[in-house]
Every structure is written in structure tokens, then in C-alpha cells.
């Protein structure tokens, strides 16, 4: 047993948007992505009054890439312009591959918007290998209660398993390259090994409490970046914690990422550009 050797902790970034509270621990100055994870916005925790106008992602377009969005209090309203619509609440997630493109919201629902409450949810872009750049737009959100679940270390540990096979458990969505995703709330104590392979990169952000991992104490809104040294994954929480861990192997492909589009090159940015100008995304009936 090596221990995967940890080589910078990455704090987020504060980065409000409208009255949103959104901390982003990447991409920054400090850390451009880590293959094929490329981005982490991280909304509240916060308590939103009655009548609110709750989230402000209005209609907007995404090609190339796909988005995991964590829901860990509040609900999201998504809709698109491939015909999917649902409201996922608390504990649930919603996955979106973008693909060939597409226009999508994701707004409060109406309920929300009236009775306000609290609200904390996550969004991880995931890249898409330059071969499925293209492929049909997808999306599946899910309920708590809907997606598997495995508990370790006595209960002390609950691992919502959302990608891949973890003792067993496959995830609850079909993604479109190997990749292992999960969230994982542990309470003060509990603990867990993981081993995984030396090749693979590893994104590992710590939600909410403290967490010790590998000899190294990580309080939360911090994403800790390992090296490809090693392979075992040693955590420890140190008081109520809730963590997002993925790993995959890396694309090594090149990434040009313009606003709401991550294709390979600048020519695809612009055809991008071209395609949602001339209504190939799809029309929106908001």
C-alpha cells in the first residue's frame, strides 16, 4: 500500500454571482483543470427568504461537455431544448451531457421562489473525449432516494455512488467514458481506504467540515490536487463532512474552452458559436 502522494491544496475562490453565494476552486490561477474534471462551482450554503428569485441561470448554451449538479439543499428546476424538464430536490443529482449542443435552464422552482428555504448545490463540468464532442444532447435527474448507496466504516460513512463500480455498486448513471464519481458524507470519525490506479487523476473536494486524507488535514471549501504517485487514498473525517471524489484517467487531449462551450479547437469554438447563432441547439419555449 502507497499512499497517492499529495502535491497542492487548492482553495476556492470567491465569486458571487447576482446574490448568489458561489465559491469556485476551479479553474484559478492556481489550478486550470484536472483531466477530464474542468470546472467546480460551488453555490452557498445559504438561506434564501420568501419571495425570492432564486438561482439566475437563465437560458443559456453548452456544447462539448457535460455537467454533474449536486443538490444538497433546495431544488433545481431543468429544462431544455432537447425536452427534458424535472425538478430535483435535496439529496438529488442531475447529469447533462451537452454534446452537439443545447439550451437549457436551471432556475428555482416556483415553490422555492415563494416559500425561499436553504440552498447549497454543486456543478462539476466534466470534458467529453474529442470523439464524443458530438454526440446526441442527454439528461437524467435523479431523486435521493433513486440513486444506490453504500455505507462503510459502520454507517459512519455514506457513499452516494453515481459513476462506476465501488465494492460492487454501480452507479446510478451510464456515463459516456470510465470514470468513478461519487458523494460521500461521513460523520466525525468515520473513515475509508480507497485504492485507485496510479495513471488515474483524482478530484477531490471537501464540501462541508474537515477531512483528513492521506496524513494531511483539508477543511472544507478546498479541493486537494494529488499527484499520479501512488494509490491509495487514506480519509478520515475530522468532524461532519461531506466530500465529492472522482477519478478517471486523463484524455492528454487539447481543451479550448470559450464561455459555455469546451471543444478542442479554436475552429470548433467558432463553428460552435456559428451552430447556436443559426438555431442548430434546438428553439427555447420558455
Known amino acids: 500500500m502507497t499512499l497517492r502522494s499529495i502535491k497542492k491544496i487548492h482553495g476556492a475562490e470567491y ?37 425570492n428569485r432564486g438561482l439566475p441561470f437563465g437560458p443559456h448554451p ?6 454533474v449538479t449536486f443538490i444538497l439543499e433546495g431544488d433545481i428546476m431543468h429544462k431544455d431544448s432537447s425536452g427534458h424538464e424535472s425538478v430535483i430536490e435535496a439529496g438529488g443529482v442531475q447529469y447533462m451531457t451537452a ?11 416556483s415553490e422555492f421562489k415563494k416559500k425561499g428555504g436553504d440552498l ?35 454507517g459512519k460513512v455514506k457513499i452516494q ?29 468515520g473513515k475509508f481506504e480507497k485504492e485507485i490506479p496510479a495513471a488515474e487523476n483524482i478530484f477531490f473536494y471537501i464540501v462541508r467540515g474537515k477531512i483528513n486524507v492521506n496524513g494531511q488535514s483539508v477543511p472544507f471549501r478546498n479541493l486537494v490536487e494529488f499527484s499520479n504517485e501512488g494509490s491509495t487514498l487514506k480519509v478520515k473525517a475530522e468532524e461532519d463532512s461531506v466530500v ?30 456559428q451552430d447556436y447563432q443559426t438555431g442548430k441547439f434546438g428553439s427555447w419555449n420558455g
Open 62 to 67: 453548452h456544447r462539448g461537455m457535460e455537467t
Open 244 to 273: 465529492i471524489l472522482g477519478h478517471a484517467l486523463p484524455f492528454n487531449e487539447p481543451v479550448v474552452a470559450q464561455g459555455p462551450f469546451v471543444m478542442n479547437t479554436e475552429q470548433q469554438i467558432y463553428e460552435a458559436y
Open 120 to 154: 447549497e448545490i454543486l456543478q462539476l463540468w466534466l470534458n467529453l473525449p474529442a470523439a464524443k464532442k458530438m454526440v446526441a444532447p442527454h439528461y437524467l435527474g435523479l431523486q435521493k432516494e433513486e440513486i444506490p448507496t453504500l455505507e462503510l466504516d459502520e
Open 99 to 109: 454534446g452537439k449542443g443545447l439550451i437549457h435552464a436551471e432556475v428555482s422552482s
Open 161 to 189: 455512488h453515481l459513476f462506476g463500480e465501488w465494492n460492487g455498486v454501480s452507479g446510478a448513471f451510464e456515463g459516456n467514458f470510465p470514470v468513478s464519481l461519487s458523494t460521500i458524507y461521513l460523520d466525525e470519525g
Open 15 to 51: 465569486r458571487p454571482i447576482a446574490d448568489l453565494i458561489t465559491y469556485s476552486p476551479m479553474p484559478t490561477r492556481s489550478l486550470d483543470m484536472i483531466d477530464p474534471f474542468l470546472f467546480l462551482n460551488h453555490h452557498g450554503f445559504q438561506t434564501y427568504p420568501a419571495n
